[in-house]
């Protein structure tokens, strides 16, 4: 009887026991998780090589950490340029919308160019609209928004794209040759 009690004092206490090993697997786990800044560099450099599925999932699993604000901004830019350079039309203007409510002060029409620009050369026409649509209610005396507008109404874009263009008030259709952009054009939106 004397043996046991003898053998239980060189064992550690069974609760101070399972504290040291759950605080120790906890510190583990935290070291070896990346930090928000791994994550947007890792996004970055996906969105460099043109792996752009790769760029998104890092850029969430980055905005899944709750980065500080700077970071999060960077994510959500590089989830953006993802979505847009890699044809996901509608995932870029949801994006997008999202960043506008986010970061209202960061996103400028700069970034709704860009994007604009982008989708189109994934050929995303439809989205490329939208996302100028937006910018133009947001930014109606930017120039370059306004001249991107004027670019938009060429011979050369599809029906489809001539159709939303007319839709929202930028275009006049009826003069039959090819769209004329309207007097005054605003979005139907505003």
């Known amino acids: 009887m004397f043996e046991n009690l003898e053998n239980r004092r060189h064992l550690p206490s069974q609760p101070f026991f399972q504290v040291a090993v759950l605080g120790l697997s906890l510190v583990l786990l935290v070291a070896c998780q990346k930090s928000s800044q791994e994550h947007l560099a890792n996004a970055r450099d996906q969105l460099a090589k043109g792996a752009y599925s790769q760029a998104i999932e890092a850029a969430g699993s980055g905005l899944a950490a709750n980065p500080e604000k700077a970071t999060a901004w960077g994510l959500e830019l590089v989830a953006l340029e993802a979505y847009a350079r890699g044809g996901q039309g509608a995932e870029a203007v949801s994006q997008i919308e999202i960043m ?33 649509d937006m910018a133009a209610n947001r930014y109606p005396d930017d120039l370059t928004i306004k001249e991107m507008v004027k670019d938009s109404v060429k011979c050369d874009v599809s029906p489809e794209e001539l159709k939303q263009l007319e839709a929202l008030g930028y275009l006049d259709t009826s003069s039959g040759d090819c769209a004329k952009v309207k007097d005054g054009a605003s979005s139907s939106t505003e």
Request: net charge negative.
């Open 100 to 132: 506008a409510e986010r970061f209202p002060a960061q996103l400028t029409a700069t970034e709704y160019a860009s994007t604009t620009q982008q989708l189109r050369e994934a050929e995303q026409g439809a989205a490329a609209i939208q996302v100028l």
